[in-house]
């Protein structure tokens, strides 16, 4: 995954990722078809490991804001170096793979900000008048749009920036005036 994430998926041949793992490609083809499948089954993997992270976040026992933005953290730092040609690489060359991480991050993303909601309605922290649904679809789609290279030019805002500012954007949007203060209390401990 690291060298996906530093040189695109394009840029990377089964002949550089062979050598990067010490195998011989013939080696590699024992265990995937092609690039495609190769492609899937790191994402799976990614997917996989993500969610594993997050849910040891979750299992912290923090309140609504804190999980979330430990969660946020833990997405940012992982975003922070990828480059920027893997979104379109993936929908481009391997759609069959985009469609597969798409699905899974989306049922990871909703199940988890569905929890986190609901959590946040119980702790005051979030309103208790939100359509969750609505929130959590418009929460997972503003994704893609972090990698619109228009929108944010890389050589102007760094993915992790553009994350932080969606977060308080996000939090702000569904807090409570008890939620906004724990979200300043936060902004001003972490400098964010």
Same mark, same amino acid.
């Given at each position: 995954m690291g060298l996906f994430m530093r040189l695109g998926i394009k840029s990377v041949t089964m002949d550089e990722l062979s050598r990067q793992l010490g195998i011989s490609k013939k080696t590699l083809y024992k265990f995937v078809s092609d690039k495609n499948e190769l492609v899937d089954k790191?994402?799976?993997?990614?997917? $996989? @490991?993500?969610q594993t992270g997050i849910q040891?976040?979750? $299992?912290?026992g923090l309140?609504?804001? $804190?999980?979330?933005?430990?969660? @946020?953290?833990?997405?940012s730092d992982h975003?922070?170096?990828?480059? !920027?040609s893997i979104m379109f690489d993936l929908q481009k060359y391997h759609a069959q793979a985009? +469609? +597969?991480?798409?699905?899974?991050?989306?049922? +990871?993303i909703s199940e988890c900000y569905v929890a986190n909601m609901e959590k946040g309605i119980k702790e005051g922290l979030y309103r208790d008048d939100l359509n969750i649904p609505v929130i959590v679809n418009y929460y997972v789609e503003r994704f893609d749009i972090m990698f619109d290279e228009e929108l944010f !030019?890389?050589?102007?805002?760094?993915? @992790?920036?553009?994350?932080?500012?969606?977060?308080?954007?996000?939090?702000r949007g569904i807090a409570?005036?008890?939620?906004?203060?724990?979200?300043?209390?936060k902004i001003k401990k972490e400098s964010i």
């Amino acid at each position: 995954m690291g060298l996906f994430m530093r040189l695109g998926i394009k840029s990377v041949t089964m002949d550089e990722l062979s050598r990067q793992l010490g195998i011989s490609k013939k080696t590699l083809y024992k265990f995937v078809s092609d690039k495609n499948e190769l492609v899937d089954k790191v994402l799976t993997y990614a997917c $996989d @490991s993500d969610q594993t992270g997050i849910q040891k976040i979750c $299992d912290l026992g923090l309140n609504a804001i $804190d999980e979330a933005f430990e969660i @946020s953290k833990f997405v940012s730092d992982h975003i922070q170096n990828m480059h !920027p040609s893997i979104m379109f690489d993936l929908q481009k060359y391997h759609a069959q793979a985009w +469609n +597969n991480f798409r699905t899974r991050k989306k049922e +990871n993303i909703s199940e988890c900000y569905v929890a986190n909601m609901e959590k946040g309605i119980k702790e005051g922290l979030y309103r208790d008048d939100l359509n969750i649904p609505v929130i959590v679809n418009y929460y997972v789609e503003r994704f893609d749009i972090m990698f619109d290279e228009e929108l944010f !030019p890389r050589d102007k805002f760094s993915p @992790s920036e553009i994350y932080r500012e969606l977060f308080r954007y996000h939090i702000r949007g569904i807090a409570t005036e008890k939620g906004i203060k724990v979200l300043i209390k936060k902004i001003k401990k972490e400098s964010i």
